[in-house]
T-cell receptor
Framework: QKEVEQDPGPLSVPEGAIVSLNCTYS??????FMWYRQYSRKGPELLMY????GNKEDGRFTAQVDKSSKYISLFIRDSQPSDSATYLC??????????????FGQGTILTVHP | NAGVMQNPRHLVRRRGQEARLRCSPM?????VYWYRQLPEEGLKFMVY????????ESGMPKERFSAEFPKEGPSILRIQQVVRGDSAAYFC?????????????FGEGSRLTVL
């Protein structure tokens, strides 16, 4: 079983739709939760960053973390064609010296069509 | 305000050759990480380096792979005697000094194709 599970999709939605992306994980040591967006042939870019459980909102994006269920979500409101990309969830467990050893999900391919 | 710079962007090697991938972190960043992205898979951590030190190489294959981040110059990921299974996108990321909680800045990757 993978430490982080993410449905690869693909997911296709019409412009303006609300998109829900999800990941589950098994390692209870994970404390920091991130969503990265990756356009085709490009490097990942950080979208959202959350510590522990709770919600975080940034413009059209909302990240939710439920540590009791080991479940994280990213919601995109009023989706746009420019949101078409692969969305990667990532997590880290701090131990001793902090470092960027992230465990990624497989990524969900999202297409928003006009 | 240059980001993380990786080169070459594309590299083709025949089986048995060596591949060298270079990464210059963002200005002011002292932590460098290498990740590998295989087709249809997410990114996998390989190694974490600071200047002249390997901090964590738990994700590196035991043979043929090595990494360095010298005092001067870019970080280098070296793959000796490449095999077809090494074909992947290799991403470098960096973060600033001090405690890091996972906010990494990624380069655009180096895509290795082994013939």
């Amino acid at each position: 079983q993978k430490e982080v599970e993410q449905d690869p999709g693909p997911l296709s939605v019409p412009e303006g739709a609300i998109v829900s992306l999800n990941c589950t994980y098994s390692n209870s040591a994970f404390q920091y939760f991130m969503w990265y967006r990756q356009y085709s042939r490009k490097g990942p870019e950080l979208l959202m960053y959350t510590y522990s459980s709770g919600n975080k909102e940034d413009g059209r994006f909302t990240a939710q973390v439920d540590k009791s269920s080991k479940y994280i979500s990213l919601f995109i409101r009023d989706s746009q064609p420019s949101d078409s990309a692969t969305y990667l969830c990532a997590m880290s467990a701090l131990s001793g010296t902090s470092y960027g050893k992230l465990t990624f999900g497989q990524g969900t391919i999202l297409t928003v069509h006009p | 305000n240059a980001g993380v710079m990786q080169n070459p962007r594309h590299l083709v090697r025949r089986r048995g050759q060596e591949a060298r991938l270079r990464c210059s972190p963002m200005k002011g960043h002292s932590h460098v990480y290498w990740y590998r992205q295989l087709p249809e898979e997410g990114l996998k951590f390989m190694v974490y380096l600071q200047k002249e030190n390997i901090i964590d190489e738990s994700g590196m294959p035991k043979e043929r792979f090595s990494a360095e981040f010298p005092k001067e110059g870019p970080s280098i990921l070296r793959i000796q005697q490449v095999v077809r299974g090494d074909s992947a996108a290799y991403f470098c990321a960096s973060s600033p000094p001090g405690p890091n909680t996972g906010e990494l800045f990624f380069g655009e990757g180096s895509r290795l194709t082994v013939l």
